[in-house]
């Protein structure tokens, strides 16, 4: 009796550690497929212009694109946005009022290829009165499609921009 109580608990607790195996295994995979969109960090000083890349690790083709990039501060704003190489043929559309952007191709010709590198181009104007910090960019609400306008799962990575302190009495620091 004994002996058949030991086979059923080992008989179920064996296939326990196999289901654990079989989702474990799947996540993975999942997660392996998931996309990732990385808003750039950089650097720049008060008055001066500044350019950073939002970029793309994709494994399928992406026919259009949809964030918001937000800008921790009031001082640090975006002048213009385009396409890269990566995104060439592709329309770009941005609202400087709310931080939207848009990007796609009605006709299907230009897409986004499986790949990584930079999808967008994003110059930066830093104000005069700006003072020395970290303000983080952030992109919210962001949606991949694909060809047949299904939603991409994404994982979004957000950057920041460094403000510099200018230079004492003109003197470059070492």
Do not use: C
């Amino acid at each position: 009796m004994l002996y058949m109580l030991h086979a059923i608990v080992r008989k179920s607790v064996s296939r326990v550690i196999s289901a654990f195996v079989v989702l474990i295994v799947a996540g993975h995979t999942t997660a392996a497929q998931t996309d990732t969109l990385t808003v750039g960090s950089t650097t720049g000083a008060a008055g001066q212009q500044q350019s950073a890349t939002i970029s793309l690790t994709n494994a399928q083709k992406i026919a259009g694109l949809q964030l918001a990039l937000k800008i921790g501060a009031n001082t640090v704003i975006i002048d213009t946005v385009g396409a890269t190489t990566r995104t060439e043929g592709m329309m770009v559309q941005w609202n400087a009022k709310n931080g939207k952007i848009l990007m796609i191709d009605f006709a299907l010709k230009h897409m986004i290829e499986p790949g990584e590198g930079p999808i967008l181009n994003i110059r930066y104007y830093v104000a005069s009165t700006a003072a020395a910090k970290a303000v983080s960019l952030t992109a919210e609400g962001v949606v991949l499609s694909n060809l047949e306008g299904r939603a991409v799962p994404v994982v979004v990575k957000n950057g920041q921009f460094i403000i510099e302190s200018p230079t004492a009495s003109g003197h470059k620091a070492n």
